[in-house]
């Protein structure tokens, strides 16, 4: 941005517009392409079919096909739901969602917001998905919705905790909660004394990104943490009695906030937008660095789909015990070492 | 809660690899040197109608033909539908004698023979039952309508279809069946 | 102030009433009560679960079958005999000339006559095969059951080719229709044995494809093991039958023990599977030895093909003497029997049908107490019923 604002001259407002469409573009065009490549092919493919392959070739317009199918349908709000509340809870968990987005770079200067406490933002901030759901598994007026919202908000909750430890080994390292730190610590730093990749924080942080995909797989409510969900019990959930556009608010959602935070793993353990090798600041890394930030996203995603497609889910009380009993032990741990090895070395 | 049962490989790594094999399957179906190149639309179990088709069996139940000149109006078969969804009219009419100075023989025509694919179970009873092989099996399947009244075939119509019926197999080996002909 | 209408007034009394009645059954002892269908993603068709929860526990559950009834038995007072055979295929419908067989044996057995041996291998044969369309589209269904969506294609990806089979023979996929009195309708076609083969060695692939995606997962296991644990004493008392019976330690078989000489189950080499601890994983996992174990069956009935007549001599309009016949067969979902009074007609005067799913069903409120609402689908899904089998 600073790049931009010095060759035109921009007045405030009109960098807030710019950041706002850019914000929109971000969350759109990787929610857009995890939808494509991971739900509707490569899931086909792992289930030996097709998928989409009439709209545009190879299925590629089926997601604005989906879109423009979603928009023009009839908007159905059951007879004893709480109307305002009903309607705000899409937009809560979107906003959560783009918000994300605000801080994690795209390149030396292709940032939002370069808060100095970046990490702690986006941990706060994927939060107030909870409070989304909760009000939408509320306000529908269905039994089967209620449960799925009580059972997210359990189960949110209790995942936030392993994020937020898993994260804290890679701040230790670091030394830094800016994410922009956090990609130059990657980037400058050297294993055993070799500098040619780096240091990406996945080789000294393995337990912490194992941890992170465990926790963020919970906070999407993807397989096998679904449980909020649960197509064949609850039949969506929270979402069951959304149709139509606002349906479409909770869909993006959901794939953008796969984006979101695997762009945050991208950031914290692969390495961000750097590529090794290319200087930091160079300006061809405003250019490149999305696209190469893209691709972790990918890579990222991938993972999270792959295990989404193959595993039954938990029930609930599993769940639970999974994350207060396995995943937390297991990131304090972790922090521990981290700590020791930090000052030792 | 999840157990590592020693050395062996957990089932959760196991279930990802079988995932990940039908993947690679369907992407890359080719052997030999063409490994590497993508044909998904080779290696999915998709047949991707309406572009490809897929050839039923010879056998298999798709639309009644009807050969109406060995039809003798006998209604056995609309009387053994379970659906009542044939529809026969015939009248009694005089054929000439077989030999000069004979007497003339009466014989039935057929004026009317419906069959209502709307109603049609696809049983097959009224093919087994008729006695003087005058209705035929055929695999065609792809004779949708976009009006229900036009799922009700007449008699031209079960006539054309008969273009459709293939002639029997040949039975496995062991069987004392004789393999009947297609009147054509 | 704007006046606030009649209409208005009466709505909001309404959701006031609505809210106030949730909050009431929420604080009462029964607890929340929950309709599980008769629309539902879990019940395998239209069938209603009442339950009573106590936050995510159920309290008291009770089973309203009936949304499906289509009235089999009185149709087939007004039936005859090949119409019945063809009505009797829709029961069901996954397993479908299995339905036809118990009828096809119990009108024999009042006729007095005998099925040729190559008729009656390859009634077997095709009995076996509409297990394995059965039971394989059970293995894929426990998956979507709890959550795992990919089995469920890898099942109906490897059942088409059964399908095939089936419609190679009798020229229907879902309903064969082929079952006779006195024998069958057609004979093979050539190459079909060799085929079938093949496509035994392709549904093992699945059976080891399905074991090492979903059974040895430890999420599954997690999910099933020790979930909705019937004794045996129990089972017996309920009627359970078929693979439920055998996974709670009953060794029981229809095929082994019911002396039936209409189908060559006798003529081969073949073994019960029984599992000791009546739980869920239990129920999947004899189901899944089952479907291999059918693999096997088919194969020998194959290479042991007698040859001969397809057909019995048989009158060209089948009349029944009078009389009644149970005839009971140890169908996919359980044991089906039909009894079977015959006037001397064209046509059954009366049919009574003993299907399988609705004694399993029987065994729901007993099994349902105190179980959480995940372990409802699992305990459901385990227990595999088809609707039409529960009503008819």
């Given at each position: 941005?600073?790049?931009?604002?010095?060759?035109?001259e921009?007045?405030?407002?009109?960098?807030?517009?710019?950041?706002?469409?850019g914000?929109?573009?971000?969350v759109?065009?990787?929610?857009?392409?995890?939808?494509?490549?991971?739900?509707?092919?490569?899931?086909?493919?792992?289930?030996?079919?097709?998928?989409?392959?009439?709209?545009?070739?190879?299925?590629?317009?089926?997601?604005?096909?989906?879109?423009?199918?979603?928009?023009?349908?009839e908007?159905?709000?059951?007879?004893?739901?709480?109307?305002?509340?009903?309607?705000?809870?899409?937009?809560?968990?979107?906003?959560?969602?783009?918000?994300?987005?605000?801080?994690?770079?795209?390149?030396?200067?292709?940032?939002?917001?370069?808060?100095?406490?970046?990490?702690?933002?986006?941990?706060?901030?994927?939060?107030?998905?909870?409070?989304?759901?909760?009000?939408?598994?509320?306000?529908?007026?269905?039994?089967?919705?209620?449960?799925?919202?009580?059972?997210?908000?359990?189960?949110?909750?209790?995942?936030?905790?392993?994020?937020?430890?898993?994260?804290?080994?890679?701040?230790?390292?670091?030394?830094?909660?800016?994410?922009?730190?956090?990609?130059?610590?990657?980037?400058?730093?050297?294993?055993?004394?070799?500098?040619?990749?780096?240091?990406?924080?996945i080789?000294?942080?393995?337990?912490?990104?194992?941890?992170?995909?465990?926790?963020m797989?919970?906070?999407?409510?993807?397989?096998?943490?679904?449980?909020?969900?649960?197509?064949?019990?609850?039949?969506?959930?929270?979402?069951?009695e959304y149709?139509g556009?606002?349906?479409?608010?909770?869909?993006?959602?959901?794939?953008?906030?796969?984006?979101?935070?695997?762009?945050?793993?991208?950031t914290?353990?692969?390495?961000?937008?750097?590529?090794?090798?290319?200087?930091?600041?160079?300006?061809?890394?405003?250019?490149?660095?999305?696209?190469?930030?893209?691709v972790?996203?990918?890579?990222?995603?991938?993972l999270?789909?792959?295990?989404?497609?193959?595993?039954?889910?938990?029930?609930?009380?599993?769940?639970?015990?999974?994350?207060?009993?396995?995943?937390?032990?297991?990131?304090?741990?972790?922090?521990?070492?981290?700590?020791?090895?930090?000052?030792?070395? | 809660?999840?157990?590592?049962?020693?050395?062996?490989?957990?089932?959760?790594?196991?279930?990802?690899?079988?995932?990940?094999?039908?993947?690679?399957?369907?992407?890359?179906?080719?052997?030999?040197?063409?490994?590497?190149?993508?044909?998904?639309?080779?290696?999915?179990?998709?047949?991707?109608?309406?572009?490809?088709?897929?050839?039923?069996?010879?056998?298999?139940?798709?639309?009644?033909?009807?050969?109406?000149?060995?039809?003798?109006?006998?209604?056995?078969?609309?009387?053994?539908?379970p659906?009542?969804?044939?529809?026969?009219?015939?009248?009694?009419?005089?054929?000439?004698?077989?030999?000069?100075?004979?007497?003339?023989?009466?014989?039935?025509?057929?004026?009317?023979?419906?069959?209502?694919?709307?109603?049609?179970?696809?049983?097959?009873?009224?093919?087994?039952?008729?006695?003087?092989?005058?209705?035929?099996?055929?695999?065609?399947?792809?004779?949708?309508?976009?009006?229900?009244?036009?799922?009700?075939?007449?008699?031209?119509?079960?006539?054309?279809?008969?273009?459709?019926?293939?002639?029997?197999?040949?039975?496995?080996?062991?069987?004392?069946?004789?393999?009947?002909?297609?009147?054509? | 102030?704007?006046?606030?209408?009649?209409?208005?007034?009466?709505?909001?009394?309404?959701?006031?009433?609505?809210?106030?009645?949730?909050?009431?059954?929420?604080?009462?002892?029964?607890?929340?009560?929950?309709?599980?269908?008769?629309?539902?993603?879990?019940?395998?068709?239209?069938?209603?679960?009442?339950?009573?929860?106590?936050?995510?526990?159920?309290?008291?559950?009770?089973?309203?079958?009936?949304?499906?009834?289509?009235?089999?038995?009185?149709?087939?007072?007004?039936?005859?005999?090949?119409?019945?055979?063809?009505?009797v295929?829709?029961i069901?419908?996954?397993?479908?000339?299995?339905?036809?067989?118990?009828?096809?044996?119990?009108?024999?057995?009042?006729?007095e006559?005998?099925?040729?041996?190559?008729?009656?291998?390859?009634?077997t044969?095709?009995?076996?095969?509409?297990r394995?369309?059965?039971i394989?589209?059970?293995?894929?269904?426990?998956g979507?059951?709890?959550?795992?969506?990919?089995?469920?294609?890898f099942?109906?990806?490897?059942?088409?080719?059964?399908?095939?089979?089936?419609?190679?023979?009798?020229?229907?996929?879902?309903?064969?229709?082929?079952?006779?009195?006195?024998?069958?309708?057609?004979?093979?076609p050539?190459?079909?044995?060799?085929?079938?083969?093949?496509?035994?060695?392709?549904?093992?692939?699945?059976?080891?494809?399905?074991?090492?995606?979903?059974?040895?997962?430890?999420?599954?296991?997690?999910?099933?093991?020790g979930?909705?644990?019937?004794?045996?004493?129990?089972?017996?008392?309920?009627?359970?039958?078929?693979?439920?019976?055998?996974?709670?330690?009953?060794?029981?078989?229809?095929?082994?023990?019911?002396?039936?000489?209409?189908?060559?189950?006798?003529?081969?080499?073949?073994?019960?599977?029984t599992?000791?601890?009546?739980?869920?994983?239990?129920?999947?996992?004899?189901?899944?030895?089952?479907?291999?174990?059918?693999?096997?069956?088919?194969?020998?009935?194959?290479?042991?093909?007698?040859?001969?007549?397809?057909?019995?001599?048989?009158?060209?309009?089948?009349?029944?003497?009078?009389?009644?016949?149970?005839?009971?067969t140890?169908n996919?979902?359980?044991?089906?029997?039909?009894?079977?009074?015959?006037?001397?007609?064209?046509?059954?005067?009366?049919?009574?049908?003993?299907?399988?799913?609705?004694?399993?069903?029987?065994?729901?409120?007993?099994?349902?107490?105190?179980?959480?609402?995940?372990?409802?689908?699992?305990?459901?899904?385990?227990?595999?019923?088809?609707?039409?089998?529960?009503?008819?």
């Amino acid at each position: 941005m600073t790049a931009l604002t010095t060759a035109v001259e921009l007045s405030y407002w009109q960098q807030t517009l710019l950041r706002t469409v850019g914000v929109l573009a971000a969350v759109l065009l990787p929610a857009g392409t995890l939808v494509y490549v991971f739900l509707f092919k490569m899931m086909s493919f792992m289930q030996s079919r097709l998928g989409p392959m009439e709209a545009g070739p190879y299925g590629s317009m089926q997601l604005l096909a989906e879109v423009g199918k979603w928009i023009q349908k009839e908007d159905i709000v059951p007879w004893r739901a709480d109307r305002k509340l009903f309607a705000l809870a899409p937009y809560i968990i979107v906003l959560s969602v783009f918000m994300t987005y605000v801080v994690v770079p795209f390149g030396p200067d292709a940032w939002f917001a370069n808060l100095d406490v970046g990490v702690f933002f986006v941990l706060a901030v994927s939060s107030v998905s909870v409070l989304g759901i909760l009000i939408a598994g509320w306000a529908s007026a269905n039994k089967y919705s209620l449960l799925g919202g009580l059972r997210a908000a359990g189960q949110l909750i209790a995942y936030e905790l392993p994020m937020v430890l898993a994260v804290v080994g890679v701040v230790i390292q670091a030394g830094t909660l800016n994410m922009q730190g956090i990609v130059a610590a990657q980037h400058e730093g050297e294993i055993f004394g070799l500098g040619v990749i780096g240091n990406p924080f996945i080789i000294t942080q393995a337990i912490g990104f194992f941890i992170f995909l465990i926790a963020m797989q919970a906070e999407l409510t993807q397989a096998p943490f679904d449980m909020p969900i649960a197509e064949s019990e609850l039949v969506s959930g929270y979402m069951t009695e959304y149709s139509g556009m606002r349906f479409l608010l909770f869909f993006i959602a959901e794939f953008a906030g796969a984006g979101a935070f695997a762009a945050v793993a991208a950031t914290l353990f692969l390495g961000g937008w750097a590529l090794p090798g290319v200087d930091l600041d160079a300006d061809v890394m405003n250019v490149l660095g999305p696209i190469v930030l893209l691709v972790k996203i990918l890579v990222v995603s991938f993972l999270v789909f792959w295990v989404r497609f193959t595993y039954p889910r938990f029930r609930e009380d599993q769940l639970q015990q999974l994350a207060w009993k396995v995943l937390i032990p297991l990131s304090l741990v972790n922090i521990l070492a981290t700590m020791v090895l930090k000052v030792a070395f | 809660m999840a157990k590592l049962s020693g050395p062996k490989t957990p089932g959760l790594i196991k279930g990802l690899g079988v995932t990940f094999k039908t993947m690679t399957r369907t992407m890359f179906p080719a052997r030999g040197i063409k490994t590497l190149i993508p044909a998904p639309s080779v290696g999915a179990a998709t047949v991707q109608y309406p572009h490809e088709k897929e050839t039923p069996a010879p056998r298999a139940r798709g639309v009644i033909a009807l050969k109406e000149d060995n039809c003798t109006v006998c209604m056995l078969c609309a009387r053994s539908c379970p659906d009542w969804c044939i529809y026969i009219e015939g009248h009694k009419d005089t054929a000439p004698p077989r030999r000069p100075g004979g007497k003339p023989r009466s014989v039935n025509r057929l004026d009317r023979f419906d069959i209502d694919y709307a109603l049609c179970m696809y049983c097959g009873i009224c093919v087994e039952v008729c006695p003087f092989d005058a209705l035929f099996w055929s695999p065609e399947y792809e004779y949708s309508e976009l009006k229900l009244a036009d799922l009700l075939h007449d008699k031209e119509r079960l006539g054309e279809w008969m273009q459709a019926v293939p002639d029997f197999e040949a039975y496995e080996a062991g069987s004392e069946q004789k393999v009947r002909k297609v009147p054509r | 102030m704007t006046a606030i209408t009649e209409r208005q007034q009466l709505l909001y009394a309404e959701r006031t009433a609505a809210e106030v009645r949730v909050n009431v059954e929420l604080e009462t002892d029964e607890g929340m009560t929950l309709n599980i269908g008769p629309q539902h993603p879990a019940t395998h068709g239209t069938l209603r679960i009442i339950a009573k929860l106590d936050g995510e526990q159920v309290v008291w559950a009770d089973v309203a079958p009936g949304y499906m009834h289509r009235g089999y038995e009185k149709l087939t007072e007004v039936r005859t005999y090949p119409q019945v055979t063809t009505l009797v295929n829709r029961i069901d419908w996954l397993g479908s000339f299995a339905n036809e067989v118990p009828f096809i044996l119990a009108a024999e057995e009042l006729m007095e006559i005998e099925a040729p041996p190559r008729a009656r291998h390859i009634r077997t044969i095709l009995f076996e095969m509409a297990r394995l369309a059965n039971i394989v589209l059970f293995l894929g269904d426990l998956g979507v059951q709890l959550g795992a969506v990919t089995p469920a294609f890898f099942a109906f990806r490897d059942r088409e080719h059964v399908l095939d089979q089936i419609e190679a023979v009798t020229g229907g996929r879902f309903h064969p229709n082929f079952d006779r009195i006195g024998g069958l309708k057609d004979d093979l076609p050539k190459g079909w044995i060799a085929d079938t083969k093949a496509v035994m060695v392709r549904i093992r692939g699945f059976c080891d494809e399905i074991e090492a995606l979903l059974f040895g997962n430890e999420i599954f296991e997690t999910r099933t093991r020790g979930v909705g644990v019937i004794p045996a004493s129990v089972a017996l008392s309920y009627g359970l039958s078929g693979a439920n019976l055998r996974a709670s330690g009953v060794d029981w078989d229809l095929r082994r023990d019911g002396g039936i000489a209409g189908l060559a189950h006798g003529d081969v080499d073949w073994r019960v599977w029984t599992h000791p601890d009546g739980d869920s994983f239990a129920r999947c996992w004899v189901r899944l030895q089952e479907t291999r174990e059918a693999t096997k069956i088919i194969d020998q009935l194959c290479d042991g093909l007698p040859g001969g007549p397809i057909m019995a001599k048989v009158p060209r309009i089948i009349k029944v003497p009078a009389g009644e016949a149970y005839v009971e067969t140890e169908n996919p979902l359980g044991a089906m029997g039909y009894y079977v009074v015959s006037k001397g007609d064209v046509g059954p005067f009366r049919v009574k049908i003993r299907s399988a799913s609705f004694s399993n069903v029987s065994v729901v409120p007993w099994l349902l107490r105190g179980v959480y609402v995940p372990d409802i689908i699992t305990i459901l899904a385990s227990l595999y019923f088809i609707l039409g089998d529960i009503d008819r």
